[in-house]
Nanobody, 120 residues
């Protein structure tokens, strides 16, 4: 079974920085893609940043130039470096892992979420 464990959330002032981490463990298919989503109460979960299957990073327009997604393949860990944080970035951030054990099968895994609050 695959598990995702997130860490790094917290309270930060506007303009500040935080780094989120997500460590994946278990039997992970070789072809996979990791991503970060976020959700605020009453709204749909939205994609923040992701790696494509080919390993290219992609970002939501709202975070381009401020957030950076990276990964350490040896540790099966993905990071989200968040800078120039704004109050609108306040949300629960979720790590997501999609695995493709076959060409027609996709498995979707989620972390438990970590709260990020941007406030003075």
């Amino acid at each position: 079974q695959v598990q995702l464990v997130e860490s790094g959330g917290g309270l930060v002032q506007p303009g500040g920085s935080l780094r989120l981490s997500c460590a994946a463990s278990g039997s992970i298919a070789r072809i996979n893609a990791m991503a970060w989503y976020r959700q605020v109460p009453g709204k749909q979960r939205e994609l923040v940043a992701r790696f494509t299957i080919g390993g290219s990073p992609m970002y939501a327009d709202s975070v381009k130039g401020r957030f950076t997604i990276s990964r350490d393949n040896a540790k099966n860990t993905v990071y989200l470096q968040m800078s120039s944080l704004k109050p609108d970035d306040t949300a629960v951030y979720y790590c997501n892992l999609k695995t493709y054990p076959t060409m027609t099968t996709m498995n979707d895994y989620w972390g438990q979420g970590t709260q990020v609050t941007v406030s003075s």
